[in-house]
């Protein structure tokens, strides 16, 4: 990332390690979508993915299983609903990465710069909804 950059991380589970204690110091850019003390919980990690992809100008997947786990559902749910630009990592040997392209992820390799703006000029995604907080997850 350069300078222009911001990450905010969205923790799902394990923000306790016991007793109430917190292992990481608070940041100023983070989201907690879990009680402090939860174990991981898939449901809850998938809840997390939408968060990631509604404050994100950008996505970026480095390698996603083919139509398995948490990376691929949440990079297609974004394909579909157009929160957020969809990037993959251009690698032949990953078929979910492959799969992902041709079904619209914006692909990049190591040679990109990271101007996510050009990428987003090139490829302009009208169908964005508003999602809500409130909603129960889809099933």
Not at 109 to 124: I, P, T
Request: net charge negative; with cysteine; glycine share 8%.
């Amino acid at each position: 990332m350069n300078d222009r950059a911001m990450a905010i991380a969205v923790l799902c589970s394990h923000l306790c390690v016991s007793d109430g204690v917190f292992p990481l110091e608070p940041r100023e850019y983070s989201t907690l979508v879990a009680k402090p003390d939860a174990g991981f919980n898939t449901g809850i990690a998938m809840m997390r993915n939408k968060y990631i992809y509604a404050q994100s100008d950008a996505t970026v997947v480095i390698k996603a299983d083919y139509n398995k786990g948490g990376t691929w559902n949440g990079a297609v749910e974004n394909l579909k609903k157009g929160w957020s630009l969809p990037l993959c990592r251009n690698h032949l040997a990953y078929p979910g990465n492959k799969a992902l392209i041709e079904q619209g992820a914006v692909p990049i390799d190591e040679d990109w710069d990271g101007d996510v703006e050009a990428l987003g000029k090139e490829r302009k995604n009208e169908t964005a909804e508003q999602i809500s907080v409130f909603d129960p997850p889809a099933q």
